[in-house]
Nanobody
Framework: QVQVVESGGGLVQAGGSLRLSCTVS????????MGWHRQAPGKQRELVAD???????KYADSVKGRFTISRDNAKNTVYLEMNNLKPEDTGVYYC????????WGQGTQVTVSS
């Protein structure tokens, strides 16, 4: 059984910051890519950022320069540091990790007020 647990969401004013964390536990083999998707109300889920096991990362154009993804392989944990948040960053953020299959967290709500 594999568990993917996110934390760190919440309500913040525009221009503020939040840090999301996601830890994978259970019977999981080597974790390859880890990262975050988000889904805004009425929109499709989109990739926000992901990071390989060796630390190569990529970002959605809309968050470049504001979000930073990192991971701690020893802890099976991935982080998303979000700065200068905008109302359009509002949504449910889902952590994922790729091993023999893709595992997803339950999602954490991020709300940015204007």
């Amino acid at each position: 059984q594999v568990q993917v647990v996110e934390s760190g969401g919440g309500l913040v004013q525009a221009g503020g910051s939040l840090r999301l964390s996601c830890t994978v536990s259970g019977s999981v083999f080597t974790l390859n890519d880890m990262g975050w998707h988000r889904q805004a109300p009425g929109k499709q889920r989109e990739l926000v950022a992901d990071i390989t096991r060796i630390g190569s990362s990529k970002y959605a154009d809309s968050v470049k320069g504001r979000f930073t993804i990192s991971r701690d392989n020893a802890k099976n944990t991935v982080y998303l540091e979000m700065n200068n948040l905008k109302p359009e960053d509002t949504g449910v953020y889902y952590c994922f990790c790729n091993s023999r299959r893709t595992y997803w967290g339950q999602g954490t709500q991020v709300t940015v007020s204007s």
